[in-house]
């Protein structure tokens, strides 16, 4: 076991935990802390990468725009679960985001004046509605690309630290008489198999999503929510974990993402008959309706048998109308992807698609300034989190597209000088003798485990449920069934066995770790979705179908009762199951906007 | 677990494998190595159930998943972008995300064979695993970071979008090691930069924004630079980006010979 001591230790190299690391290194004002970045991968693997259409902010290079408008078009885009103080910061800063970046190097598109270039987006409109507004600054298809990229060269240029293929699998946490406190991490190194305890005085989680719940995902092998695992396991709340978002443009059953910029672009989604339905859900802005609204009405008509395909099972996205030229300067990347992955020519026919799961609006609950909260509103100190595997809430019950790559970049920031800032100011904490012992067990058991049972099976069948059953429409049986088979696989999960016994790259192991995050993590959102009775956003119950702001304009906070406090709280019993989850409920924050229906 | 027999096709039980409907049975050989078990690397073979529409990466998945965990390999998105599944297939280097079963199909009935190996040039780690540490050396010591002086301006720069196309091929590369890996005198010289950190020079050399060439130039025209690459095009070849990797190459050479970016 090896030991390692540093002040602020950002765990996860995407977009969210570079971005920290930059600001703890260089911008916190604190004098220079000591910072060093762990992730399960190489910094350039992480899937911010696979992010393609653009990062809002209302830069307003092209046309009128002000960051009140995006303020707004976050709260409704959110379908008004949106914390609106959160909402208002993440708009009113994403100009210096955007800016920021453009200084670091990143390559944007430009205006014939050479100024940013934007393009529109879905739920991005001018003045409360009125319509689509270009507000998207972006790089080509592969904004996210590029993102990844610049952070990364300027973590080089600040000579940041990083621990490569370390895999985070606990946060320490050190009980004092102020309540628990965050004092290090524990990692599994790729290579070697060994452990490695590093105390640090704060900790960044930025860890990602976890689509690997889902079959048919945009998401990376890699994204298998450890970062809300972890937390969830010390009996910490996930919040708002039943809204996960649906992109509506997969790839048709494969589920590799097609940008909403094509249809910012002007691409149009249609069914089997040709016809442009999204007229009939969203009369203003048709095919630029925020992602919820649109990944519902595709499926809606695939229900109602107007889809596409033998199996009618898909829809098309349009492109054909765009002309080559639009195709290979502004989308050169999802055109690669059609003619290589389904062999078909965005320039020549339409493409079929349909929803794919992408992204997690809820996670570990923080304040503005990336402080994880262990409760409603009492923060754990030392802990952090940023990215998508937080919840800010800026996203409410639908994130709007480009509005992640501004999350990981306002919030990873603040997150970074939060944590450089209370490491400036505070001692190590004493790490408890015992700190590495749950993941010495966790390993131990799996590399001795001689059960039956085989992680892909498990995988697999919990892929196939929650495909089948906590997707984009959800009703009381489904959800029932879902949970009902979570609880069954957590069971199998139990006799898992893993046939390499070995130290070096032992990617076999890991995967059985990552798979029990996974169920966790299924089981926190089921949970959560069978107790919203009501459709808001990413969540669409079709035995409730409409918004219920009386009982349900609350998030929802999702903690794992731990053993000792089992006997205490008997399980709810919401739904028949025994269960070790616990709920509660935390109010929404409102400024300036009253909810009102939502129309587009 | 035993240690992993000799090439053996009958050894490998396969049967574990779903086998969807259309699916056809093809022969992945694979460059395996444990260094806890193996003296040295030695070829398996695994006969697979394949759709023409599965990329390579879905068969070692599979075989990972149904026959041998122990095989090891990296891979995270799967379609092309982050650039963790470098490998060597059927001798050349692609994504194993990227490449189709449908695309290596042998002629008339014979069996379809897949050969697997490792990314040539660095270090085998265990199976596909190589040591990336020098591939990463080699890009972080062409400063591969903006370089302006001068106070920031206070909104963004202008660029030209002519000045922004100048180098944008070399914006895509995602750091795959697909063209280094490919190059001979990479192979023959590992202290050679290789095409993969060129092209990340070029990136900012050519972009209207960047002040640090000069420090760059000097750099590459180290013995272990530029003037090392021998023109041989398998850098352009094996890039899944599609970065026209040798002509990035040359228009440095050409920057330091005339002195003009």
């Known amino acids: ?600 | 677990m035993a240690s992993p027999t000799p090439t053996d096709t009958a050894a490998h039980d396969t049967s574990q494998i779903p086998a969807p409907e259309g699916s056809i049975t093809v022969t992945v050989r694979i460059l395996r190595f444990n260094p806890e078990f193996d003296d040295e690397p030695h070829w398996e073979s695994y006969d697979v159930p394949a759709l023409p529409t599965d990329r390579v990466l879905n068969l070692l998945i599979n075989i990972k998943s149904y026959v041998d965990g122990t095989l090891s390999f990296r891979r995270s998105c799967a379609h092309g972008i982050c650039g963790s599944d470098a490998m060597q297939i059927n001798g050349v280097n692609r994504l194993a995300c990227k490449v189709l079963i449908k695309d290596l199909l042998a002629k008339g009935n014979k069996r379809t064979t897949i050969s697997v190996a490792p990314i040539k040039g660095l270090p085998q780690m265990k199976d596909l695993y190589v040591d990336m540490e020098p591939f990463f050396e080699a890009f972080k010591a062409v400063k591969p970071y903006l370089i302006a002086y001068g106070n920031e301006p206070t909104h963004e720069r202008i660029q030209s979008q002519a000045d922004r196309e100048r180098f944008d091929d070399t914006t895509k590369c995602i750091l795959c090691a697909c063209c280094t890996t490919s190059c001979p005198v990479f192979w023959s010289d590992g202290s050679y930069f290789g095409p993969a950190a060129i092209v990340n020079a070029h990136r900012f050399i050519f972009d209207s924004r960047d002040e640090g060439s000069e420090e760059r130039l000097d750099i590459l025209n180290d013995t272990e630079g530029v003037w090392r690459c021998r023109t041989t095009f398998n850098c352009t070849d094996a890039c899944p980006r599609g970065i026209q990797v040798t002509k990035a190459i040359q228009e440095v050479k050409q920057a330091l010979l005339f002195k003009r970016v």
């Open chain 1, 1 to 600: 076991m090896q030991f390692h001591k540093y002040d602020v230790l950002i765990v996860g190299a995407g977009g969210a935990g570079m971005r920290a690391a930059i600001a703890s290194a260089t911008e916190s004002g604190a004098t220079s802390p000591r910072t060093a970045v762990l992730t399960k991968l190489y910094p350039t693997r992480s899937h911010t990468g696979a992010a393609q259409g653009g990062m809002c902010a209302a830069l307003a290079n092209v046309e009128e725009d002000n960051w009140e408008w995006h303020t707004f078009d976050t709260v409704k885009g959110g379908d008004y679960l949106t914390d609106q103080d959160a909402a208002e910061i993440m708009a009113k800063e994403a100009i210096d985001a955007v800016l920021d970046l453009e200084k670091m190097g990143l390559p944007f598109n430009r205006t014939e004046e050479g100024r940013i270039d934007q393009r529109r987006f879905g739920g991005h409109t001018r003045d409360h509605g009125k319509a689509a507004v270009r507000r998207s600054c972006y790089a080509a298809d592969r904004t996210g690309h590029m993102i990844l990229q610049t952070l990364y060269q300027t973590c080089v240029k600040h000579g940041i630290e990083f621990f490569n293929e370390f895999y985070v699998l606990d946060v320490v946490l050190t009980d004092t008489e102020n309540g628990p406190v965050a004092s290090g991490a524990i990692a599994y190194e790729l290579a070697t198999g060994e452990i490695h305890v590093f105390q640090a005085k704060s900790i960044v989680f930025a860890t990602g999503g976890f689509g690997k719940v889902f079959k048919t995902t945009s998401n990376a092998h890699t994204l298998t929510g450890d970062g809300m695992g972890i937390y969830f396991r010390k009996g910490l709340p996930l919040e708002d974990m039943e809204f996960y978002q649906f992109h509506p443009t997969g790839l048709a059953g494969l589920g590799i993402l097609l940008t909403e910029g094509a249809r910012g672009e002007g691409a149009i989604l249609r069914n089997e008959s040709g016809e442009r339905f999204m007229e009939r859900y969203a009369p203003t802005i048709k095919d630029l309706a925020p992602r919820d609204i649109v990944a519902r009405s595709m499926v809606l008509e695939v229900l109602e048998g107007r889809g596409a395909g033998p199996e009618k099972d898909y829809v098309f996205l349009d492109c054909t109308h765009l002309g080559e030229e639009v195709l290979e300067t502004k989308l050169p990347d999802i055109t690669e992807f059609a003619r290589t992955y389904l062999g078909i020519d965005p320039v020549y026919e339409p493409v079929p698609v349909y929803p794919t799961a992408h992204y997690a609006m809820g996670g570990i609950p923080t304040n503005v300034d990336g402080e994880a909260l262990r409760d409603n509103d009492t923060v754990l100190p030392g802990l952090y989190a940023a990215g998508e595997v937080a919840c800010v809430s800026v996203h409410g019950s639908n994130r709007l597209g480009t509005n992640s790559l501004l999350d990981i970049n306002v919030f990873g920031r603040r997150a970074g000088m939060a944590a450089a800032r209370y490491a400036a100011r505070s001692e190590h904490v004493e790490l408890p003798d015992d700190a590495a012992e749950t993941v010495e067990g966790m390993v131990q058991h799996l590399r001795t485990a001689t059960g039956g049972e085989r992680v892909a099976d498990i995988r697999t069948e919990l892929q196939q449920t929650m495909d089948s059953n906590a997707a984009v429409y959800r009703t009381e049986d489904t959800l029932k069934q879902a949970l009902s088979d979570v609880h069954a696989l957590k069971e199998r999960y139990g006799r898992v066995a893993v046939q390499d016994k070995g130290k070096r790259f032992n990617t076999d192991l890991l995967e059985a770790v990552e798979l029990g995050f996974l169920l966790d993590l299924a089981e926190a959102l089921v949970t959560t979705a069978l107790a919203r009775k009501e459709s808001r956003g990413g969540h669409a119950r079709e035995d409730y179908p409409d918004r219920d702001d009386v009982n349900f304009m609350r998030h929802s906070m999702c903690y794992k009762l731990l053993p000792e406090q089992k006997e205490e709280n008997a399980p709810l019993g919401l739904t028949g199951f025994t269960s070790d989850i616990r709920l509660d409920y935390k109010p929404v924050v409102f400024t300036r906007y009253e909810p009102m229906e939502r129309k587009y």
